[in-house]
């Protein structure tokens, strides 16, 4: 079906009701299946493991020993001078009381003295299952309701992994819904300033909202029913992505339709139209960004690897409800919408001569100066990138404010060996238990190792770390473990538990920034060439795309050190940033450059340049604040993964949208001209018509089909 063939079905006279009764009938069965979506998210290791590391493997060996997932939650009890026989009966009875807590499993050890005789330890192991976090955190919370948090010079703390990840169950609590208000009253303000219109803001809030809960529904049943893997990043991201692309897609379709119905005395013909012109590049700019999106399905990390598809969705459901029910709703409601500047029919095109033709003339002066200067400045915003360290975070350094379980982890490192209550896990085959052992606890940095417990030929041995389990002096001895146990004959060691973990998943990520970077800088370089027909302006677009990419990397990590005191930043936060930055920002070189070939055809390359961007300037620059504003949204969660991913998409995208596509790529057009489309036909257009232009008003045409 062609576009034209699909913008008669959607808005004719009749056509526009069903579409809209349509709709009404999809969210009436998607309201009640996107409202379970959050029973259906596995937020358990194995859903954020890489599938084939070696600490994932520990994890399932692990079931052989207990049927459950077990984390420890660890109170520490302190005392500066010493520790009083009334602290001592108290950590006792606090112990006995934890036992019977519904969640806590097996032997509460403890309370167990330190050294200095300043502190005591009781350790509860709590049962994971299904409900990952959210169980966590309720067992958590009754174990804090029989300790308290001390009195008269007694401190109590719980700590310990269950400790840390009871608080990050409570960062992401709630994280749909405040996601999705705080999105919703970002969008809103925008699109009222960029509108100036009291009514017609809604319709495209209101077609978001459609289509984020279609595609919450869909989601919930294919993770129901097809085991798509859902967690709570990949659900929070859903919200933000489905309305800030939505939304610059409804952005770009409202502003062709207000042109053409300065064209068109009907409005369903205006909008036939606006569809025909607009949803070409609507289309691929979808397409460009669920297939770069899809790229990471091909993650080693799980949680990157289950987003690829949940946020693939998500940009397919939204183009399909901005390409339907938004026209239709337009087109029901009429020119009042725009109130109270209306677009009547035969007035002038206010984008002719507004700001981004008067910057189009200043650029067209200088053209190769312009785009010169603009490449080194951002060369120089790139120079930051020698602050990233993207290494991963310590648990000290997730939260963008100090965590209970933080404070913990430090006063049970003053008193005990810091790996105290997070092991070292190691589980070989048991006939060679003794060379195990002895090269396990021969490495430096182990401060204990366990005695074997043994069972179905295999056995486990559990080592408590000198070091904080979260530094890299844990890290550099889980090395050196399997290092020490991995060449012994017949044994098979596999060396796991939560140090392990993060170096995995950290080394997952890596891995993954390697292998999805180029490949998705491949398919969209591919897509861009199929669509414009060229291969010099894809490989430039691609160019000004790195280097805005690491220009706003550099300043984030400039910021992140120096602004806002961040220990460091994620290892996935490079790709992260670079396929939100990518697949998104590729939106708007689309959206310019597909009205760039189309004047380019009647006026040449350097006149259309100017006319492509007088009249997309505009609303490039309104999709790029509405989706900057989106993701900044990312910073109301606690959690600095997140803050620093909503800062970096947010500044990325403002600086793609004010620099790079209205100066820099106007810029290599009017300096280039017809050779962007080498080896296309424009190339072979008559020279003549596309000379080097001075300045002169910019006249929107109407193309014939």
């Known amino acids: 079906m062609t576009t034209g063939s699909f913008a008669r079905l959607v808005c004719g006279r009749v056509s526009k009701w069903i579409v809209l009764a349509l709709w009404i009938v999809v969210l009436v069965f998607a309201g009640s299946m996107a409202g379970k979506l959050g029973g259906v998210e596995k937020n358990d290791n194995a859903s954020w493991l890489p599938g084939d590391a070696e600490a994932t493997q520990v994890a399932d060996l ?78 958590v919370d009754q174990i804090k309701s029989i300790s308290g948090t001390g009195e008269n010079g007694l401190g109590i703390y719980l700590t310990g992994p269950a400790g840390v990840a009871a608080d990050s169950a409570s960062a992401f609590e709630g994280i749909d819904g405040t996601l999705l208000y705080t999105t919703l009253i970002v969008v809103a303000i925008i699109l009222l300033v960029t509108y100036r219109s009291p ?12 289509a984020l809960t279609t595609a919450q529904a869909v989601i919930y049943l294919l993770a129901k029913h097809a085991g798509l893997v859902v967690n709570a990043q990949s659900a929070g991201i859903l919200t933000v992505l489905v309305f800030g692309a939505g939304t610059d897609y409804a952005l770009l379709l409202v502003a062709r339709y207000r042109e053409e119905l300065r064209r068109h005395a009907d409005r369903h013909e205006a909008m036939m139209f606006a569809l025909h012109r607009a949803g070409p590049a609507i289309i691929a700019s979808a397409a460009t960004v669920a297939v770069g ?38 087109v029901i409601c009429g020119r009042w919408l725009f109130w109270p500047v209306r677009p009547r029919y035969g007035t002038a095109e206010p984008t002719a001569t507004g700001l981004y033709a008067r910057m189009g003339d200043r650029i067209a002066r200088r053209p190769r100066t312009v785009w010169v200067t603009t490449t080194v400045v951002l060369g120089a915003m790139a120079l930051g990138l020698l602050q990233l360290n993207a290494n991963g975070l310590s648990q000290q350094d997730s939260f963008t404010s100090t965590q209970p379980s933080v404070t913990g982890l430090q006063v049970l490192g003053k008193h005990y060996p810091a790996g105290q209550g997070d092991p070292v896990i190691v589980i070989a085959n048991a006939p060679q238990k003794d060379a195990v052992r002895t090269a396990f606890a021969g490495v430096p940095g182990i401060a204990t190792v366990s005695d074997p417990v043994e069972k179905d030929g295999l056995v486990q041995f559990r080592g408590t770390l000198r070091a904080a389990p979260d530094s890299q002096e844990a890290e550099d001895t889980v090395l050196a473990v399997r290092a020490a146990v991995h060449p012994i004959p017949g044994a098979d060691a596999k060396v796991g538990g939560t140090t392990a973990m993060t170096y995995d998943i950290n080394e997952a990520n890596k891995h993954d920034n390697r292998l999805i970077i180029p490949l998705v800088l491949l398919v969209v370089l591919v897509i861009l060439a199929v669509l414009l027909r060229s291969l010099v302006a894809p490989l430039l677009l691609i160019a000004t795309v790195v280097l805005s990419f690491a220009a706003a990397l550099g300043v984030s990590a400039l910021v992140f050190r120096h602004v806002f005191g961040f220990g460091g930043e994620d290892t996935a936060f490079p790709l992260f940033v670079f396929v939100f930055l990518v697949a998104l920002g590729i939106d708007y070189n689309i959206f310019l450059m597909t009205r760039v070939r189309e004047e380019a055809r009647q006026h040449g390359t350097r006149r259309g340049a100017l006319i492509g961007l007088a009249a997309t300037g505009g609303v490039i620059t309104s999709a790029g604040i509405v989706l900057a504003g989106t993701f900044a949204a990312l910073g109301s969660l606690p959690l600095v993964a997140f803050a620093e991913i909503g800062f970096a998409v947010a500044f990325g995208v403002l600086l793609d949208t004010l620099i790079v596509r209205s100066v820099l790529v106007t810029a290599l057009n009017l300096d280039i001209g017809r050779w962007m489309w080498w080896p296309g036909k424009l190339t072979r257009q008559d020279p003549a018509v596309d000379a080097p232009i001075s300045p002169a008003p910019v006249v929107l045409t109407h193309q014939p089909d």
């Open 293 to 330: 999106m899809s790229c990471l399905m091909l993650a080693e990390v799980n949680s990157t690897a289950g987003l690829g598809p949940v946020a693939a969705l998500g940009i397919v459901v939204g183009l399909l409800a901005m390409m339907s029910l938004l026209p239709a709703l337009l």
């Open 199 to 210: 009514v017609l803001w809604l319709l495209p809030i209101i077609t978001a909202g459609a």
């Open 62 to 139: 692990q079931k052989q020993f207990q049927p459950d997932d077990i984390v420890p939650a660890i109170l520490v009890y302190e005392r500066v001078g010493g520790i009083t026989p009334a602290d001592q009966q108290k950590a006792a009875a606090d112990a006995k009381a934890i036992a019977s807590v519904p969640g806590v499993t097996g032997d509460v050890v403890g309370p167990v003295p330190s050294e200095d005789k300043e502190a005591l330890q009781v350790i509860a192991p709590i049962k994971v299952d299904a409900d990952g976090w959210d169980k966590i955190a309720g067992t």
